[in-house]
T-cell receptor, first 115, second 111 residues
């Protein structure tokens, strides 16, 4: 597939559990973004990777959220001790280079529901 | 407080009508982007406007960037059911790589 893929497409978990959300960017794209979108809202920036490093993680809401991109391709967003307020759609996007003016290609998202 | 305010929040009209949706800010943006998002999908970029006063056309869609680069509008002529979706505007913060997003306009075109 040529597009950004995200797995799982849906995740239901219980409060307090740990979850991992995966993003496969477009091959060759060096930059990767994670966003969170709540119902009726636009996406909210979480973190931006350039290559393997997190260039900007200022959008992560607290230390329960962490993301990695060890080989500069696939990224995993990790949420510890999930809370009901974490329920949202988590979107991933990739761009060829860096910079927000580049076209961001989004995946379909992972719908996380914390019960 | 949203840096980018979109209006209306919701719009439902009949096929064939014209409509305009707005994206406003008190801040100056170097550029603004418009996306369309369908249920169960991620946003898809429609256009980027860069120059104050710029007008871009994409078939029946006309995008305008305000002269002061604080606002933008999207006008759709002869709307079709396929135009249904959530229309989002977004712009970069100059200080970092973040995109700031509006809450979107949910558009429904009834056949």
């Amino acid at each position: 597939g040529a597009g950004v893929s995200q797995t799982p497409s849906n995740k239901v978990t219980e409060k307090g559990k740990y979850v991992e959300l995966r993003c496969d960017p477009i091959s060759g794209h060096t930059a990767l973004y994670w966003y969170r979108q709540s119902l009726g809202q636009g996406p909210e920036f979480l973190i931006y990777f350039q290559g393997t490093g997190a260039a900007d993680d200022s959008g992560l809401p607290n230390d329960r959220f962490f993301a990695v991109r060890p080989e500069g391709s696939v990224s995993t967003l990790k949420i510890q001790r999930t809370e009901r307020g974490d329920s949202a759609v988590y979107l991933c996007a990739s761009t060829m280079g860096g910079g927000p003016q580049e076209t961001q290609y989004f995946g379909p998202g992972t719908r996380l529901l914390v019960l | 407080t949203q840096l980018l305010e979109q209006s209306p929040q919701f719009l439902s009209i009949q096929e064939g009508e014209n409509l305009t949706v707005y994206c406003n800010s008190s801040s100056v943006f170097s550029s603004l982007q418009w996306y369309r998002q369908e249920p169960g999908e991620g946003p898809v970029l429609l256009v980027t406007v860069v120059t104050g006063g710029e007008v871009k056309k994409l078939k029946r869609l006309t995008f305008q960037f305000g002269d002061a680069r604080k606002d933008s509008s999207l006008h759709i002529t002869a709307a079709q059911p396929g135009d249904t979706g959530l229309y989002l505007c977004a712009g970069p913060l100059t200080s970092n790589y973040q995109l700031i997003w509006g809450a979107g306009t949910k558009l429904i075109i009834k056949p």
